[in-house]
């Protein structure tokens, strides 16, 4: 080999471990601190895109270029026509989060072993569980927060993890170089998600915790038949008697089913955004004007908070217009089809995990803005990347999720 081919031959190599390592600490920063997230993003967004530009401009992915591009040119317009100009930059730059997508994608496609890309995730989750479980049991906190500023972002984050964890059977799992028994395991992958599970339990944020038990549920069964839903029963039981087995528990989770100051607050914002949005449908308000604005068009006696809408979907229609929303759900279309022909047509697991994923964060949306929040929608969108990365390479060489695996 010459000295041209041997450098050739290490630059590969070592454009190869950079990037496999920067993916593994994207994967695991998520959960740790959202400062680190963007210091992580800042150096994989040049280095990822630089090297495999090409790679996202590949013809599956053109539907959701497109639909991208559409949503953030809809956004760059809308800044002509805001009622207020203070924060014109920040509301342009708003969609950046997608760009994690990209980042996902083309790491996968540039050699970052999406076993292990999971691995780091799962780990950066049982340290964010197990901090929230501290700040619970131990330091007497309502609810737990984990490294994040609210429980709703700690709680919409572990759902994420647990969405993939569920999906994936455990012989898939990195853990297999590390534990060589197939039942050791399996034993550690559910372990894991038992303590990842009672971090999300000790948030108390009810919507993620019943937007999760319910896809949970069906995906569950929809993967592992009979067993997951013995599973599924398992685990309705060991939470009913954690529930009445503790005063704490059973106060918080009796609250949890009660109508609270928090159903107050969210009717009263959703009535005020609608309101809000018939004003501004076709551009919106702008980003990060709702809480300047809300208290024109809701009461604000019942306002416990005004940061956002607490329903994603309202959020994006009163901050970019109503054609934004249309835009995002395409996109989501778009995100989700493939992964529905991927489960038809071969029984991929890995398609499982991408509909998981999307279903969790979709439904989350419903009672939170988790489309705007910046710790939850990055993670997101960089899972969803490593995904379809995976999917799409996996006719390429031989792929760690293949067809009818379990």
Not at 122 to 134: D, E, P, R, S, T
Not at 135 to 159: D, I, K, P, V
Request: proline share 4%.
């Amino acid at each position: 080999m010459c000295v041209d081919e041997r450098n050739q031959v290490v630059g590969r190599y070592a454009r190869k471990s950079t990037v496999a390592a920067v993916m593994y600490l994207v994967a695991l920063t998520h959960s740790l601190s959202i400062t680190l997230t963007q210091a992580m993003f800042l150096l994989s967004v040049p280095l990822l895109l630089v090297s495999g530009f090409r790679k996202a401009m590949v013809r599956s992915l053109s539907p959701l270029v497109a639909l991208m591009s559409l949503l953030v040119l809809w956004i760059l317009i809308g800044t002509v026509f805001l009622p207020e100009k203070t924060r014109l930059v920040k509301h342009a730059l708003s969609w950046w989060h997608l760009l994690l997508f990209y980042v996902g994608y083309i790491g996968v496609q540039l050699g970052a072993d999406t076993r292990k890309v999971f691995l780091s995730a799962v780990i950066g989750g049982m340290i964010l569980a197990a901090y929230g479980l501290c700040q619970f049991a131990l330091l007497g906190w309502a609810r737990a927060q984990g490294f994040f500023h609210n429980a709703l972002t700690y709680s919409n984050s572990l759902t994420l993890t647990l969405a993939f964890m569920i999906t994936l059977p455990p012989s898939l799992w990195w853990l297999s170089p590390i534990v060589r028994s197939s039942g050791w395991t399996t034993f550690l992958v559910f372990s894991m998600i038992g303590v990842i599970l009672l971090g999300l339990i000790a948030g108390v944020s009810r919507g993620p915790l019943y937007s999760f038990a319910t896809i949970a549920s069906l995906i569950v069964v929809m993967r592992y038949r009979w067993k997951g839903g013995a599973a599924v029963v398992v685990v309705i039981v060991v939470f009913g008697m954690l529930t009445y087995s503790s005063p704490r528990f059973e106060r918080l989770y009796q609250r949890g089913w009660s109508v609270s100051v928090s159903d107050t607050t969210r009717l009263a914002l959703w009535e005020g955004t609608l309101r809000l949005i018939s004003d501004y449908p076709m551009f919106g308000v702008g980003a990060n004007m709702f809480p300047m604005l809300i208290t024109r068009y809701a009461d604000d006696a019942k306002l416990d908070t005004k940061g956002h809408a607490h329903n994603a979907y309202l959020q994006v229609a009163a901050n970019y217009g109503v054609p934004a929303v249309v835009f995002l759900c395409a996109i989501y279309g778009a995100l989700g089809a493939p992964y529905v022909r991927a489960w038809r047509h071969r029984r991929t697991p890995l398609a499982l995990t991408g509909l998981a994923l999307l279903a969790v964060f979709l439904t989350g949306g419903l009672t939170e803005n988790n489309f705007g929040d910046a710790e939850v929608a990055m993670y997101f969108w960089f899972l969803q990347g490593v995904v379809r990365g995976e999917i799409e390479i996996s006719g390429d060489r031989p792929s760690p999720f293949p067809a009818g695996s379990s």
